[in-house]
């Protein structure tokens, strides 16, 4: 099975923009999680999505927000960019309460 | 509020040595615990997981211990190899149930550098 693949690999965008990047989750997982992996902070969860309905959140602005399709990928958008939103943006898949499989993720770099 | 802490934060070892990581949970309803290993410009990869109703797993050179009553759960590595070296995560979770489902409370991190 091919694992989770995350576009773009790589972005760099300036304050005040917004950006949008997908993930493709393993094949019959239904679940995606996203996180934010930054050097201060770690990793954080960001929210996940089963289903098209989004299931759990986490401690973001509003400016995060995010998506499912009917086959399971997903989008996460950020909106008004700060320079503190440069990370490295991860997303999960998993079958419904069981092991989260990581992609790649995307590097943001907001100047 | 959800918490996880990971110690150390940097561990050196020569090859052929033991390495143990330790974590400690603050949520007593968590019940599903991952180690990922991430290498440099990559995600995270699981490497062994365990759930709350089991004391000990073990993988080849891997084991993780959990402790339930202490809320302490911990990673052991035998007989590193320098290919072992990369940052490790712990991390807790509440697998089903209201608002837990999967997300992941992640421990800051180990680097760990083994020296041939």
């Known amino acids: 099975k091919a694992g989770v693949t995350q576009t773009p690999r790589y972005l760099i965008k300036t304050r005040g923009q917004q950006v949008t990047l997908s993930c493709s989750p393993i094949?019959?997982?239904?679940?995606v999680s996203w996180y934010q992996q930054t050097p201060g902070q770690g990793l954080q969860f960001l929210f996940e999505?089963?289903?098209?309905?989004?299931?759990n959140k986490g401690n973001f602005p509003g400016r995060f927000s995010g998506r499912q399709f009917s086959n399971s990928r997903s989008e996460m958008n950020v909106s008004t960019l700060e320079l503190g939103d440069s990370a490295l943006y991860l997303c999960?898949?998993?079958?419904?309460?069981?092991?989260?499989?990581f992609g790649p993720g995307t590097r943001l770099t907001v100047l | 509020g959800e918490n996880v802490e990971q110690h150390p934060s940097t561990l050196s070892v020569q090859e052929g040595d033991s390495a143990v990581i330790k974590c400690t949970y603050s949520?007593?309803?968590?019940?599903?615990f991952p180690w990922y290993k991430q290498e440099l410009g990559k995600g995270p990869q699981l490497i062994i997981d365990?759930?709350?109703?089991?004391g000990e797993k073990k993988d080849q050179r891997i084991a993780v211990t959990l402790n339930k009553t202490a809320k302490h759960f911990s990673l052991h590595i035998t007989e590193t190899q320098p290919e072992d070296s990369a940052v490790y995560f712990c991390?807790?979770?509440?697998?089903?149930?209201?608002?837990?489902?999967?997300?992941?409370?992640f421990g800051a991190g180990t680097r760990l550098a083994v020296h041939p």
């Open positions: 999960a898949s998993s079958s419904q309460g069981s092991e989260q499989f």
């Open positions: 094949s019959g997982h239904r679940s």
């Open positions: 999505y089963f289903s098209e309905t989004q299931r």
């Open positions: 949520d007593s309803a968590s019940n599903y």
């Open positions: 365990i759930r709350s109703n089991v």
């Open positions: 991390a807790a979770s509440k697998v089903g149930g209201a608002g837990g489902y999967n997300k992941l409370i």
